[in-house]
């Protein structure tokens, strides 16, 4: 149920664009969590989302990263 969008297949996809990233010393701004519940995102999942929002994006980051 949950595999079908953005589920295991998209590493591919995922290490082409690490590969880009790379280039711009920026490996570790992406990334793919795949929590195998479809469209119900559990609480973990959620979390996860919206730590990694707050580091890269959010108004607390560290602009020496």
């Known amino acids: ?10 590493w591919f996809f995922i290490k ?13 701004r992406i990334g793919l969590h795949n929590h195998r519940l479809g469209h119900r ?4 999942a959620k979390e996860l989302a919206f730590s990694w929002l707050d580091y890269w994006v ?6 020496a990263h």
Do not use: C, H, I, K
């Open 41 to 44: 995102v559990p609480v973990e």
């Open 1 to 10: 149920a949950g595999n079908s969008a953005d589920g295991d297949m998209s």
């Open 16 to 28: 082409e664009a690490r590969a880009v990233y790379r280039l711009y010393g920026a490996e570790e």
């Open 58 to 63: 959010g108004p607390q980051r560290d602009t």
